[in-house]
């Protein structure tokens, strides 16, 4: 295995810290499909208070937790509407079509951005035998294929007051958003407000090694209770996980605005090495997406060069490198791979003619 001096991948490669691993040893378990595993419960009830839903479910992956909520929302033959860069529609691998019949329909965003305009345009509920109905709006905050995009709460709001009248529910993919929270300085609670369900992810910037809590009223979550177990999801003395989960919301939560000013001194770096490959006033949160567009490197063999020298990203389109900060990225590993990359930035400064 390559030891990495700056693994950029994914925030989802974090390891659980020694603290972690003391609080997952120690943790108190029951069966929880029968629910009685006291840590789990601790964990969905915590998340639901600072959600401020009624109820919470844990999940073992941030797709089941979506996956869960699309299918309380959206009946066989229906539809959602989500942009098209979204998780739910590019990266859960058709699971909305496959395991509940739902077919989606998406507006285009750059960097993944909520424009109200774009899902109110695409609404079509109560119209009748031909047209399939509309039944959810899907939005991702922060938004990762778009580069850690916060949305704007104005945005969220402005969809909800459109889509609520008619009857036309909400689900926000929420995998980051305590980064979202960080960066904005928006409470969690009023960017879930506006939704009817919520998934947050506990595996990737807050550090434990697995986990999802799923957020809605109770109703909805004893429902998705059942889901969850007809998908396989059901486990057992799962507290082990949940500790990890609540050790993360004591410990590292406030920490992601280091991730972000990494994230951010990077992009700086970046765009002096290689003008135009990246605006650093867009990179708002853990993710970097360098444009390979007018460096004349294509992503693969960016990424490729890097490698070579203990860097990792990841070639996430035709011109695009994603680098993603998280916890075991320190000052010392965003400082090499700053080096690492403005050099090959530099190396080959304009497109080949
Ligand atoms: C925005 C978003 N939603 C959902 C997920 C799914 O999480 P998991 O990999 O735990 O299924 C991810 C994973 O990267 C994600 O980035």
């Not at 909520?114 to 345009?121: G, K, R």
Request: hydrophobic letters at 45%; one cysteine or more; charged letters at 20%.
């Amino acid at each position: 295995m390559t030891t990495w001096r700056a693994d950029l991948l994914s925030d989802t490669l974090t390891r659980p810290t020694p603290a972690m691993r003391q609080a997952m040893a120690h943790a108190e378990v029951g069966d929880d499909v029968f629910g009685e595993d006291p840590t789990v419960r601790a964990l969905e009830e915590r998340v639901a208070g600072l959600l401020g839903h009624e109820a919470g479910l844990f999940t073992p992956t941030g797709s089941m937790a979506n996956q869960l909520g699309l299918r309380l929302h959206v009946r066989p033959g229906e539809e959602l509407v989500c942009d098209s860069l979204a998780h739910v529609v590019r990266a859960e691998l058709g699971a909305a079509a496959v395991f509940s019949g739902i077919s989606s329909r998406t507006w285009t965003a750059p960097r993944g951005l909520l424009d109200p305009a774009d899902p109110i345009a695409l609404l079509q509920n109560g119209v009748g035998p031909y047209q399939v109905c509309t039944a959810l709006v899907v939005v991702e905050n922060t938004h990762n294929f778009g580069g850690g995009t916060v949305q704007p709460i104005e945005a969220i709001r402005a969809v909800r007051a459109a889509t609520q009248p008619r009857g036309v529910a909400m689900h926000l993919d929420g995998a980051r958003l305590w980064n979202a929270h960080i960066a904005s300085g928006v409470a969690l609670a009023e960017y879930a407000a506006h939704v009817d369900t919520v998934s947050v992810c506990l595996s990737k910037g807050l550090g434990a090694p697995v986990g999802s809590v799923l957020l809605g009223s109770a109703d909805a979550m004893a429902q998705a209770r059942i889901w969850r177990k007809r998908y396989g999801g059901g486990m057992r003395q799962v507290g082990i996980l949940a500790a990890a989960g609540l050790h993360a919301l004591d410990h590292h939560v406030d920490r992601l605005a280091d991730d972000h000013a990494r994230a951010r001194r990077a992009a700086e770096a970046f765009a002096e090495a290689a003008p135009g490959c990246i605006d650093p006033a867009t990179v708002q949160t853990n993710i970097v997406m360098l444009s390979t567009a007018a460096t004349g490197w294509t992503p693969a063999d960016l990424v490729a060069a890097a490698s070579a020298q203990g860097v990792r990203g990841y070639a996430a389109g035709p011109a695009l490198v994603r680098l993603v900060w998280h916890l075991d990225v320190d000052d010392e590993a965003t400082a090499y791979a700053i080096d690492v990359l403005t050099a090959l930035l530099r190396e080959r400064p304009g497109p080949q003619l």
